[in-house]
């Protein structure tokens, strides 16, 4: 199967996005046209199969590098100080140096854990990722995003760090749990709301549409379809990530449904919730948002809503955290001159508006509705 080849403009952060199935098998060729020293700490989760981590080591290894492991908890609740410092003093009882290089190996909580201590270390060192989960694959790996959560709010710290390469093997989704495969939906949905172009790939319709008329087929882990909703969703972030890197403008759009969402995990301890399915309610309520403003119709905000209760993901949260989502949400990185700023779906699918004036008044009235 021929790789296919996504480049993140960054002029000297360019990095480009190889996606294969089974490329973890091969992954130690990739990396060695980029001229890193030889010592690599892998950084992984209980919950990835261990037959990943041993492809992955069994590679590198292969290619003349010298491999460390650490093994980290798996959850969004292990996305803290703790866990980096895990990962930190790994690297300095291994006596790492500025040219070695950290990997991670797992979901969007090991990516953002991992980039963000190499990062810190040293001031720097090579950062790789293999992301093994959906969400990993097309949303937390790409665009150097790296935080960990602090009680006060979730990603709180974090830097912007570019990774040196990323290897996408879509075929570890066939072992991933239907949870997670949701969770990863939720992202992918997003997306779909963000780019309505029509792609050859989706014989003519909108991404939007693809995902309605193929549900079944994804739910089932068909290959040939995740491998095109995989290299389509990163094909959308990569883009928008090589236009704005630090979400200084046009990058702040993929925010759609966050807002609501980072405030929803927060407000229930990352426990009832995952991101995706957070998510995926924060974009139903933007859609009402949208809707009562006059940005969109109600058939719009109404397809927005079936097409994720299609995918098996909630649409609504319980009111008795209300105060605390909100409380919560007025902690978020987005917060602006203390106003809310909301993505909001604007006129058709595929268009979105950026909003900072909706009152606290009618964001709790949409949460207890």
Do not use: W
């Not at 700490?41 to 650490?70: A, H, M």
């Not at 992202?187 to 008329?213: D, H, M, W």
């Not at 008795?320 to 409380?327: A, N, P």
């Amino acid at each position: 199967m021929k790789d296919e080849i996504i480049k993140v403009s960054l002029k000297e952060k360019s990095y480009k996005v190889f996606i294969r199935n089974k490329i973890l098998n091969d992954c130690g060729l990739y990396l060695e046209p980029l001229n890193l020293s030889k010592k690599i700490l892998l950084v992984s989760q209980n919950k990835v199969p261990k037959s990943y981590r041993d492809q992955t080591e069994k590679s590198l290894k292969k290619s003349g590098y010298k491999v460390f492991k650490i093994i980290l908890q798996s959850g969004e609740t292990y996305k803290n100080k703790e866990s980096l410092l895990k990962i930190i003093k790994s690297a300095v009882k291994n006596k790492f140096e500025r040219n070695d290089s950290f990997l991670a190996l797992g979901g969007g909580v090991i990516s953002d854990l991992t980039g963000f201590a190499a990062s810190i270390y040293y001031r720097g060192v090579n950062f790789i990722c293999l992301p093994t989960t959906l969400l990993g694959m097309v949303d937390a790996s790409i665009g150097g995003k790296t935080s960990i959560n602090i009680k006060e709010g979730k990603n709180l710290l974090g830097t912007f760090y570019q990774p040196r390469v990323i290897l996408i093997d879509p075929y570890c989704i066939k072992t991933l749990p239907e949870k997670e495969l949701l969770t990863g939906m939720g992202e992918v949905i997003k997306y779909a709301l963000l780019e309505r172009t029509a792609r050859k790939i989706f014989s003519g319709q909108s991404f939007f549409n693809y995902l309605r008329k193929n549900k079944n087929n994804i739910l089932k882990k068909s290959l040939t379809e995740i491998l095109k909703i995989i290299t389509h969703s990163a094909k959308i972030k990569a883009k928008i990530v090589s236009k704005d890197e630090k979400e200084s403008n046009l990058r702040a759009i993929l925010n759609l449904g966050h807002t609501f969402a980072h405030g929803i995990e927060q407000a229930y301890n990352y426990k009832k919730y995952t991101h995706g399915e957070a998510v995926s309610i924060g974009m139903c309520l933007a859609s009402k948002l949208a809707y009562n403003h006059g940005f969109i119709k109600k058939h719009l905000a109404d397809l927005v809503i079936e097409l994720i209760d299609s995918y098996k993901l909630p649409t609504e949260t319980e009111n008795e955290k209300t105060e605390s989502i909100i409380k919560s949400m007025l902690l978020d990185k987005k917060v602006k001159d203390g106003k809310l700023r909301f993505i909001l779906p604007y006129q058709n699918i595929g268009t979105v508006k950026i909003i900072s004036t909706i009152p606290i008044t009618e964001v709790k009235a949409l949460l207890e509705s």
